[in-house]
């Protein structure tokens, strides 16, 4: 994982995971790994850690066993990628409806290249 | 809450005032960054903390106690700085044992441990290392001596790079297990970024900014673009700092920014902590 300026890092972190889970790295009902861990990996403070971890626990993506460790939820890979085909218009159809907007690429233009792909 | 506080510090050097009216708090179990450029009062603030030597005015306490000839007090702080206080001819485990006696709880396996994966022989002398093993032999000492306060004034002067990552990897690895309050004083901003919880800046002998490190992120960002037309948006803004090439310009900026208001061919991002220092301590 590679940080950038945009967002702050315990964002990133959360997002970090949910990329390893939408592509297997962590499976369901898997051990992910530690606070500790992740920051030493990474280089970041542990809070920054925490909190970003937090988000995930927050929003059931990942539960804590008491002593254990913390662990993938049932469901969190559909979870997840629903949220992004949510999101996948906003952050990146717009985006590029934009460049092509400068560049004065037209939408017939763009419905051709994705054909041609 | 355990802490250190420097409360209306100041210190005179014969007619250079280097530190005016400094008001800090440590809290017990944080990491802070300490920024400043050379010569903004930095390490003197540290020496200090550490009574090495004495404010004209203010004070510190540590945990509530009065730090002054305080042995208690001073027993809890460890400052990592250039001077070398070990006497001549000593062997590095020598040192190890030595350090021991002023700082019972300093772990003298995890040190020879350390030692082996920086590569340091611990047979040799203290006074005949290299720049970058005089300063592994001082992270060592700082990481291994368990004390709740740990100050390291340049720890990385002199480190190659894969020294510097296995040494943050080291830090970030004992904080995680056993915290401890660390400030750290740099010049290598970017990399010690990610390690902060919070920011302390020091300009001419003042603390110019203290809060952490997200917070003072979201102060600030840059517009880059046609020169025209950065101009024109940062009208009446607070701008910290500019460049340009050509006709191209970036501007720095204090305060946020609505990226929907933000005229189409203007670019804005975020700054990070590297720039915004830059900019803050320009001048």
Known sequence: ?117 | MNCIEVRGVTKDYKNTRALNNINLTFEENKIYGLLGRNGAGKSTLLKIISNRIFSNSGSVTVDGENAMENDKALSKIYLMSESNLYPPKLKIKKAFKWTKEFYPDFDVEYANRLAKEFGLNVNKNTRSLSTGYNSIFKIIIALSVNAPYVFLDEPVLGLDANHRDLFYRCLIEKYAENPFCCVISTHLIEEVSTVIEDVVIIKNGEVIRNQTRDSLLETGFTISGAAGAVDEFIKGREVIGTDSIGGLKTAYVLGKVDKNEVPDGLEVSAMDLQKLFVQLTNS
């Open chain 1, 1 to 117: 994982m590679e940080f950038e300026n945009e967002k702050p890092i315990f964002v990133q972190i959360a997002e970090g995971i949910e990329d390893g889970i939408l592509t297997g790295a962590f499976p369901e009902e898997s051990r992910i790994p530690s606070i500790t861990e992740f920051s030493v990996m990474y280089k970041i403070n542990p809070a920054t850690a925490l909190k970003g971890i937090n988000i995930l626990v927050d929003s059931g993506i990942v539960y804590k066993k008491r002593g254990v460790g913390m662990f993938v939820a049932e469901g969190s890979k559909e979870k997840l990628a629903k949220k992004r085909r949510d999101a996948f218009f906003e952050s990146y159809i717009k985006k590029m409806l934009a460049e092509a907007g400068r560049l004065g690429i037209t939408k017939e233009e763009i419905i051709d290249m994705l054909k041609g792909e």
